[in-house]
């Protein structure tokens, strides 16, 4: 609920000339030049700082021989005054991509799966709506990119929401879940195998995601339950196009859900393993920000994915707008 003080504050008393003024005077330091770069007379800016000391009843800058320096109280003043000058230009920006047609940048992080299957299908479906939005793709583990989110850095994201004290700052919409399979070339030794048991595959190289990925904690649950070590000869990476590669020219194994490596699969390129891992994830889904309003280019962009779940994911429901 808005603090009512809080809101006579921002109707009654605060102006963009204040928000202006208070960033400048973080730069500079002094109130002749932060009234130079406002545009502003040296009374002037005076008397602006002055009302607002004298609105909030707290002391913003301490006055030096040489300039001035921001208090506890200044310092989050000018944090947040240049926040709210950044979300105005980012609205005029906006404004100026819808008259002139949809376009924009649209930040989108996403975890391995949905990064070979969802994802490029919702951005094919992006551009043939919105053909000059520019989508920037950036894909890596859950916990490293809900923190981009939460920092700004990205506008949507699509992978889980490990952290519980993050919760309360996202919203999440569940895709689906990822059984993981072991995944091998076609004319892998083991292949022709039967009753493959864990221990068998203990002397075969594993191309394992990094450590602190949620799949890497529970594979190694999986091989300690058993009794069992880490595997003795691993490649450790994320990155698809090296994971297609190892597979394809070594004998090595890899735990992923089949939509990760579906056109090889379908190409006869690559094999599953006649082997239950019994691994399978959380579901992933789409993670947003609360009480943050989508710029139109996200807000298509999230559309596009939503579409493109419905198509992909036969149990997904998007939600109901309104």
């Not at 930040?107 to 520019?134: E, M, S, W, Y």
Request: with cysteine; aromatic share 4%.
């Amino acid at each position: 609920m808005t603090d009512s003080r809080s809101d006579r504050f921002v109707r009654s008393h605060l102006k963009t000339r204040h928000l202006v003024l208070l960033v400048e005077l973080g730069r500079h330091g002094s109130i002749a030049h932060a009234a130079q770069a406002a545009n502003l007379t040296q009374p002037g800016a005076s008397k602006l700082l002055g009302e607002l000391e004298h609105a909030l009843g707290v002391q913003l800058f301490e006055r030096l021989s040489r300039g001035v320096s921001p208090t506890w109280y200044g310092k989050v003043l000018i944090r947040r005054a240049g926040a709210a000058l950044a979300e105005m230009d980012a609205a005029h920006q906006e404004v100026m991509e819808l008259l002139s047609g949809l376009r924009g940048r649209v930040g989108l992080g996403t975890v391995l799966a949905p990064a070979t299957g969802l994802v490029p299908k919702a951005i094919k479906l992006l551009k043939q709506r919105h053909a000059r939005v520019h989508v920037a793709v950036n894909m890596s583990t859950s916990k490293v990119l809900v923190e981009r989110l939460r920092g700004g850095e990205l506008d949507l994201v699509v992978g889980r929401i490990l952290d519980t004290e993050a919760a309360d700052e996202l919203n999440f919409e569940p895709l689906t879940d990822e059984p993981h399979l072991l995944i091998a070339r076609a004319s892998h030794p083991l292949m022709s195998r039967t009753n493959l048991k864990l221990d068998d595959l203990m002397d075969q190289c594993w191309i394992l995601p990094p450590a602190g990925s949620i799949l890497r904690d529970r594979l190694t649950a999986l091989f300690l339950s058993h009794g069992l070590e880490q595997p003795p000869e691993t490649v450790e990476t994320l990155d698809m196009p090296v994971v297609a590669s190892l597979l394809l020219n070594d004998d090595m194994i890899v735990a992923l859900p089949a939509e990760a490596v579906q056109p090889y699969l379908d190409a006869g390129l690559l094999k599953i393993l006649p082997f239950d891992l019994g691994v399978s994830m959380d579901s992933f889904g789409i993670v947003t920000r609360k009480r943050h309003q989508l710029s139109p280019g996200a807000d298509a962009m999230l559309l596009a994915l939503r579409d493109a779940a419905a198509s992909i994911y036969p149990h997904y429901r998007a939600p109901t707008q309104g």
